[in-house]
């Protein structure tokens, strides 16, 4: 290729860029991918805490582990879950815990109720990208530090299942940013309770507990009674957690790893358009206190 | 020592009187607090069913032992919520410990009497429901010094937990922030007392039997009232310790509590 060609290409692919972005939406994208690095940087400070989060979630996972071992006893395979199946699964709940972030997010609620939220709302990028930038940063910090390193050590205690394949491992990782997603737009819409009243701290309660049912958390949905478990696995909780770790059990092949990703596309979706009309309606009758 | 009750009494109230100020909420939130916990039953009630038992306990036996630490659990974090150390360490780094410091009362009472989370109501009737429904399940053979051993196994587990909690808070002097890792022992110890001990790891058990003595507060009692036979072949006299330990770990939280403070060296903001 002479210098004259690769000059061309780059044009072509600058013109490219242009096309779909106006330079007002490039600048905004610029923007929400510096709040995630300056997000990311900060979880990555807080080493102590990071290190204790770890130990108690690997312990954590050792209790369930034990639990689920004690309830197997003989049993190989209970209802297509094997034994090293659920150790699997106890592992990989307690890793993604950090990461999720699923059971304790008041972040944004407390900004509403010290005023804060009055420059957020003003800032140039949209409040729900800001905070998506934010929990991204977040979400990527705990999982370099707290759930991957929790996850190695896990391994090596028990005997576990990896993913198959290539294939398996891309429907993973693609399942797994769907669930931050789900996660994130789930967490966004309890804060939003904050908009409405002064007590959004126990709705929240309330709210966080349900999930940490209802998306298999504490026991493997396949352990649960069939009628329970269908009921689980189509709520936003069971597609945040139950189903990302069916898919790196390798639960799902073809056509069912295409359902579990097309029920988590579907919850993306629903609860990001409903975080925006809820966001619509809450700001309208939003009223700052202090400052 | 009187003036000193009362005192205790009246901060009480006021944290009391402070929470009940929205009713409906209030009661809202306990009951909350009673589904989601007891959810948690429910789901491991719901698994068992697949399996007939853990560790050769049926659901009753569990439902007995885990109704008991849920309980007291509750019953700690409503007492003892002055030292939880999840609020105790903003205090300290807010600098509000201070302000205590400069009253001219017992500091120990003043920390007990600064918080005082009434909606663990929820946890406490959560716990009761799930004891009584292990009662109902259960065949043991009664003596009176059995019935008068589950409030005495109760307390001790109240003095147990709190005093962890104690010495949660008193870490905060020196760490400024919660350290999660304590969590293991609050949360994870009542976590496992609720089960069958016998089912954890040598290393697990041998950590909570030593450095954290839970295995004197649930396993090794109940295994007694219920007449279970013990895998783990403990001399029988192990099921009696458990005021003896409760007692014990709370003196050593409040000799280290006021070792910390003691010590205490204000942040300054």
């Known amino acids: ?291 | 020592m009187r003036r000193s009750l009362s005192l205790l009494f009246r901060l009480l109230r006021i944290q009391i009187r402070s929470q009940l100020q929205y009713p409906t909420s209030f009661i809202l939130e306990v009951i909350g607090n009673t589904v989601v916990m007891g959810s948690f039953f429910v789901v491991f009630a719901l698994t068992l069913s697949r399996f007939e038992n853990i560790g050769g306990w049926t659901l009753g036996e569990v439902a007995f032992i885990w109704g008991i630490t849920e309980f007291s659990f509750g019953m700690m974090d409503m007492v003892f919520s002055g030292f939880d150390y999840d609020a105790f360490g903003p205090m300290v780094r807010k600098g509000q410990f201070d302000q205590l410091l400069l009253r001219p009362v017992n500091i120990t009472l003043q920390v007990l009497g600064s918080r005082f989370v009434l909606r663990n109501l929820g946890k406490i009737m959560e716990g009761l429901i799930i004891f009584l429904y292990g009662l109902s399940q259960i065949e043991a053979h009664w003596t009176v010094f059995k019935v008068l051993y589950i409030p005495i196994l109760s307390i001790s587990q109240v003095l147990f937990f709190g005093s962890l909690f104690i010495i949660g808070a008193t870490t905060t002097f020196w760490t400024m922030e919660r350290l999660e890792i304590l969590n293991i022992f609050t949360y994870g110890g009542s976590e496992i007392m609720s089960y069958p001990m016998h089912i954890f790891p040598r290393a697990i058990r041998l950590v909570f039997t030593f450095l954290v003595p839970a295995i004197f507060l649930s396993y090794f009692p109940t295994v007694f009232i219920l007449g279970k036979t013990d895998p783990l072949n403990a001399p029988e006299f192990t099921a009696f310790l458990a005021p003896f330990v409760g007692i014990a770990m709370l003196l050593i939280a409040l000799r280290f509590w006021r070792f910390g403070v003691r010590n205490y060296q204000s942040t300054g903001s």
């Open chain 1, 1 to 291: 290729m002479t210098a004259g060609q690769l000059d061309q290409s780059n044009m072509i692919k600058f013109n490219f860029v242009h096309l779909i972005l106006s330079r007002h939406q490039k600048t905004l994208m610029n923007a929400f991918f510096a709040t995630i690095r300056i997000s990311f940087r900060r979880q990555l400070t807080y080493r102590a805490a990071n290190l204790s989060g770890l130990a108690t979630n690997l312990m954590f996972g050792f209790f369930r582990a034990s639990v689920l071992i004690a309830l197997y006893q003989e049993e190989t395979s209970i209802n297509g879950l094997s034994i090293q199946g659920a150790i699997t699964y106890a592992g990989l709940t307690q890793a993604l815990i950090g990461f999720l972030s699923f059971f304790h997010w008041y972040e944004m609620m407390h900004t509403v109720y010290d005023g804060q939220i009055g420059s957020d709302l003003l800032k140039p990028l949209n409040f729900f990208l800001y905070w998506l930038g934010v929990d991204t940063g977040r979400a990527l910090g705990s999982f370099l530090i707290r759930s991957l390193p929790l996850f190695l050590v896990f391994t090596c205690f028990y005997d576990i299942v990896l993913p198959q394949s290539l294939l398996q491992w891309g429907a993973f990782i693609l399942s797994m940013i769907l669930a931050h997603l789900i996660s994130f737009a789930w967490r966004f819409m309890v804060n939003l309770a904050a908009f409405w009243t002064p007590n959004a701290l126990g709705i929240g309660r309330f709210a966080f507990g349900l999930s940490w049912i209802f998306s298999g958390f504490f026991m493997p949905l396949a352990l649960f009674p069939e009628w329970l478990a269908e009921i689980c696995q189509v709520t936003p909780f069971g597609a945040t957690v139950y189903i990302p770790i069916q898919v790196f059990l390798g639960a799902g092949s073809g056509e069912s790893l295409l359902n579990y990703l097309l029920i988590q596309v579907f919850w993306v979706v629903t609860l990001v358009l409903l975080d925006h009309l809820i966001l619509a309606r809450g700001v309208r009758k939003l009223v700052i206190q202090g400052g």
